[in-house]
């Protein structure tokens, strides 16, 4: 998996953020962790549970996500998606979030 540079995280998360992301890249368990990664289709967004990354397709090297967002709880990454989304709004003129993150 991806991460990008531009990673946004939740505020209960920012002290933590590393362990996190090594927690991800490793496979450990997080219950209540999710992730925000860019589609390969043409929607904007997904919101991925951790636990869907231990799958063996995530792992392959053709189907890793590129991570932009990593939140503590769904409601908090649906939060997280409606910031990035204001900061690419604001920042381009509109919603080619694919651009903004690459």
């Known amino acids: ?9 939740s505020p209960s998360l920012e ?6 992301k090594w927690k ?7 219950p209540l962790i999710f992730v925000i ?15 869907m990354l ?3 397709y995530y792992r392959q090297k053709e189907h890793s996500p590129y991570i932009v967002g990593i939140a503590n709880g ?3 990454a649906v939060d997280l998606v409606s910031n990035i989304l204001c900061d ?8 080619d979030v ?3 993150f690459r």
């Open 1 to 9: 998996m991806y991460f990008s540079k531009k990673l946004y995280i």
């Open 37 to 51: 990664a860019l589609t390969k289709g043409e929607d904007l967004l997904e919101i991925y549970h951790s636990a």
């Open 88 to 95: 690419v709004y604001t920042t381009t003129g509109g919603f």
């Open 74 to 76: 769904y409601s908090a």
């Open 15 to 20: 002290k933590k953020y590393r362990r996190v």
């Open 24 to 30: 991800l890249r490793t496979g450990r368990p997080q």
């Open 54 to 56: 231990k799958q063996y």
């Open 98 to 100: 694919k651009a903004y």
